[in-house]
């Protein structure tokens, strides 16, 4: 029979503060709480019938507090069993493991069996493998992207550009965006427990548009299919809208219609200032009109729901009219021409 009121009174305090943190150890909180118990007198059989223990088990914890003290009790000293695997085989398989990429263990479990003779289950092979460094991951989906050398050298001619335009001269980036009529659930805060919903819908809107970095200015048309007519109207525009100047360079990527007859032949009209100037393939990256898209779906796409597709329509219309013109002073540290290059080095590419 274990006599109550044995622990201290700073000892009693620090188990009461053990049990009630949330984030303490499993374990040490399941041993200050059969100690607590004992010392108000419950026997151990009771005690273990509550915590689903032994009472064996209580009554060491017991022993150790009154022969060491609760330090020791709390400090949890267990390191696992033997590893059924010799050395030698567990590097073997990390080393057939590093050279493929596994779904399940079913496929790890059949070559240990094959291999060392060794059967585990599927637990146990999780925790050998968490062992041996690995861990079950996603794969990141990698966008095809151009050479590293087409990106730096992209990246030179644009800052020499830059930085030596004359005062006659522009720049814009052009890109086309087909914001779709489609609810497009994000994260943000709820309160646990709650099911937030937003409706869906379908349908969407072609946008052609350029912008200028310097002024913002951010031309577009709103055609039907674009193609090389929409380009050609939008290289117009661009055009109209910037009468003083000498050359209007206008970067966008290798898509056809931007090759196409009909920006050919608007090029070659007599007096045309308009310069094209290829992205390197595969580099949105490097388009600063791709972030400008990313601030539109944000403030209008994402978690939102419209009537109708009408309503949609005027709302992404009335951002690239009136919202970026009057607002385009909040969006310029998101919409900038900061590039950077991609590359795939130091990358594992699943076959």
């Not at 419950?42 to 330090?71: G, N, P």
């Not at 994000?186 to 052609?208: D, F, L, M």
């Not at 548009?209 to 117009?236: C, I, K, R, W, Y």
């Not at 013109?325 to 590419?349: C, M, P």
Request: hydrophobic share 40%.
């Amino acid at each position: 029979m274990i006599c109550p009121n044995f622990l201290t009174t700073a000892d009693r305090l620090e188990l009461l503060s053990c049990v009630k943190r949330q984030r303490e150890d499993h374990g040490v909180a399941r041993r200050a709480n059969a100690l607590l118990l004992l010392d108000d007198g419950m026997s151990c059989s009771q005690i273990a019938k509550v915590l689903f223990l032994d009472d064996d088990t209580v009554r060491s914890w017991h022993k150790q507090y009154l022969a060491e003290d609760w330090e020791a009790v709390a400090y949890d000293g267990w390191k696992g069993g033997q590893s059924r695997m010799a050395t030698a085989q567990e590097v073997n398989l990390s080393a057939w493991l590093e050279e493929r990429f596994c779904r399940s263990t079913v496929q790890i479990r059949a070559y240990m069996s094959s291999e060392f003779n060794i059967g585990y289950s599927h637990s146990g092979c999780i925790k050998l493998l968490v062992r041996l460094g690995f861990e079950c991951r996603k794969p990141k989906a990698l966008p095809r992207v151009s050479d590293v050398e087409k990106q730096a050298a992209f990246i030179a001619f644009y800052e020499n550009l830059l930085n030596n335009l004359p005062a006659d001269e522009t720049i814009y980036f052009s890109d086309a965006v087909h914001p779709e009529y489609k609810s497009k659930p994000s994260y943000g805060w709820a309160r646990k427990g709650s099911s937030p919903a937003i409706q869906t819908t379908s349908g969407r809107v072609n946008i052609h548009g350029a912008l200028n970095l310097e002024t913002f200015d951010a031309p577009f048309v709103e055609p039907t299919t674009v193609d090389g007519v929409s380009s050609v109207q939008l290289l117009a525009k661009i055009k109209a809208r910037n009468p003083d100047k000498r050359i209007i360079h206008v970067i966008w990527d290798n898509a056809p219609y931007h090759k196409g007859p009909d920006v050919r032949a608007f090029l070659s009209r007599k007096n045309c200032r308009i310069h094209l100037i290829q992205l390197p393939p595969y580099c949105p990256h490097l388009n600063p009109i791709e972030r400008l898209w990313a601030v539109m779906h944000s403030h209008f796409t994402h978690n939102r729901h419209y009537p109708t597709q009408k309503h949609f329509a005027n709302a992404i219309l009335n951002f690239m009219r009136e919202v970026l013109r009057k607002e385009w002073l909040s969006f310029r540290d998101q919409v900038t021409d900061n590039f950077r290059i991609i590359s795939h080095h130091n990358v594992w590419i699943l076959q």
